[in-house]
């Protein structure tokens, strides 16, 4: 079974900066794409940025120049670097990837539980 953690949420002044991480578990042939999106009570979840498997990454108009996402494929770990935090940024972020897992040999797409980050004074 694979599995995604995700650990740094929390409350966040306006201005100030989080660092999301997202681990992934299990046995894992290889990572495709990975992601984090966000989501609001009563909404639809939104893609905030996605990083290919060699690197290349893309993000929402939204925090573009605020937010950096990263990985370490060693580690199948992806990060989600939030500086300059404003209050519409307040959500519950997942992480997603395409996983091709092992024993037996499939293609997964996984989504992490899910971390709150509130930006509030």
């Known amino acids: 079974q694979v599995q995604l953690v995700e650990s740094g949420g929390g409350l966040v002044q306006p201005g100030g900066s989080l660092r999301l991480s997202c681990a992934a578990s299990?046995?894992?042939?290889?990572?495709?794409?990975m992601g984090w999106y966000r989501q609001d009570p009563g909404k639809e979840r939104d893609v905030v940025a996605v990083i290919t498997s060699g690197g290349t990454t893309n993000y929402a108009d939204s925090v573009k120049g605020r937010f950096t996402i990263s990985r370490d494929n060693a580690k199948n770990t992806v990060y989600l670097q939030m500086n300059n935090l404003k209050p519409e940024d307040t959500a519950v972020y997942y992480c997603?990837?395409?996983?091709?897992?092992?024993?037996?040999?499939?293609?997964?797409?996984?989504w992490g539980q899910g971390t709150l980050v509130t930006v509030s004074s």
């Open positions: 299990g046995i894992i042939f290889s990572i495709g794409a």
């Open positions: 997603n990837a395409g996983v091709v897992a092992a024993v037996p040999i499939r293609y997964l797409e996984v």
